[in-house]
């Protein structure tokens, strides 16, 4: 069930409602990489929620192209693990080699207040809308074979690409210490 009306605006009663225009996240994570010194590239294309509409969309788009699972354990602690788009993470095995109770996808409310990110533009780029530090990211090792990585701009009709190991030094401009570990995958 969606609370997008057929205009595709979120309803008056809608979460997403709480979030500052596509335009004005997109701005301030702009002027977040500029005050770090990380350069960026953004490509425009259609509203995308799947790894699938994405590939069909993206053309030629250099880069590693990602998924971005927002979850929540059993006790409560949140997670975002950024991983290649190809890899089908077994999060049962991630739980038990992060030595985490067992994992379920973070509704959206939580998304959207500690995040400040609706469903569907899920990045590593949110973190810097997590002032509190609620959130543990985890970054697939695989990520950082490649030049450039591709991740939404805290909008799901755009990507934006960045430097591999600027991601690291993004995750810790915003308080965030990112785990990098070879992500389990299901069989």
Avoid at 2 to 24: F, W
Avoid at 43 to 55: I, K, S
Avoid at 111 to 137: E, H, Q, W, Y
Avoid at 164 to 178: N, R, S
Wanted: charged fraction near 20%; charge should be negative.
């Amino acid at each position: 069930m969606s609370n997008l009306p057929e205009s595709g605006e979120p309803a008056a009663d809608a979460p997403e409602k709480r979030l500052p225009s596509a335009s004005a996240r997109e701005a301030a994570l702009y002027e977040y990489l500029t005050a770090l010194g990380i350069l960026w590239t953004t490509h425009a294309h259609a509203t995308v929620f799947t790894v699938e509409e994405a590939q069909s969309l993206r053309g030629a788009l250099a880069g590693i192209h990602t998924k971005n699972l927002f979850l929540e354990d059993r006790k409560g602690g949140l997670w975002l693990v950024v991983a290649r788009e190809v890899l089908a993470v077994d999060l049962n095995a991630l739980a038990k080699a992060l030595a985490a109770p067992r994992f379920s996808f973070g509704k959206p409310e939580l998304l959207i207040d500690v995040l400040g990110i609706a469903p569907g533009a899920v990045t590593p780029f949110a973190l810097m809308n997590d002032k509190c530090g609620r959130v543990r990211v985890v970054f697939d090792e695989g990520l950082f074979a490649g030049a450039a990585v591709n991740f939404h701009p805290l909008r799901n009709d755009r990507t934006t690409a960045i430097a591999a190991p600027d991601l690291v030094a993004f995750a810790k401009a915003t308080g965030h210490e990112p785990l990098i570990v070879p992500l389990p995958e299901r069989r």
